[in-house]
């Protein structure tokens, strides 16, 4: 038994090393999806020593981008406020200024009202918090269905290749791409339809 731990021990010491050496800096899309992640955000996996310096860098990414999407998001100039008067300049310029600053301070805080919020445990599912966490996380919801649906294997395409393999061949050369598709689709969502009766079951 202590052969096997000391086995193991030594395993994980060069899995580490080797992943310390081959992914030491992390990229901008992981620093993303991981500070989206609400299980993961505080980066409790990262060592002390670096741990503040990524998530700082995170948390300037995903300002970054939720301001990018804000803007993308907001109504066209020539939709304006019936109250602004275009002889009243200096009226003009100063409800711009103070819409801006509350806009930047809305901004702030759902960022910082969910980086606040403690980690969620390891068994909660990141899209299905967000999704019912929309309405407090309009714009944040909307950036993290985009980065977590990102697959982080190539293991699904792969195995929808092999299906099709198996189903293209020399003797079905008849079949159209439009049943091709309908097939795979069949076949890869099997468990989430019921196609078939349950089993009846003799008492």
Known sequence: MNNFEGLLKK????????LEKLWNVPSELTLVTTILDPRMKSFPF???????????????LLSNLY??????????????????????????RMWASNQQSTQTADNDNEIMRYLRCPDEPKNVDPLLWWRDHKSS??????????????PSTSVPSERLFSDAGNHISAKRTRLTPDLVDRILFLKRNSMCIPIFPPLETNN
């Open 11 to 18: 395993v994980h010491a060069a899995i580490y090393l080797s």
């Open 46 to 60: 990262v060592k002390d020593l670096y741990r503040r310096e990524q998530k700082a860098n995170a948390e300037s």
């Open 67 to 92: 301001t990018q999407l804000k803007h993308d998001l907001e109504l066209p100039e020539d939709i304006r406020s019936p109250i602004l008067d275009d002889d009243d300049d200096e009226f003009e």
């Open 137 to 150: 996380y309009p714009i944040l919801s909307k950036l993290a269905r985009k980065y977590l649906s990102i």
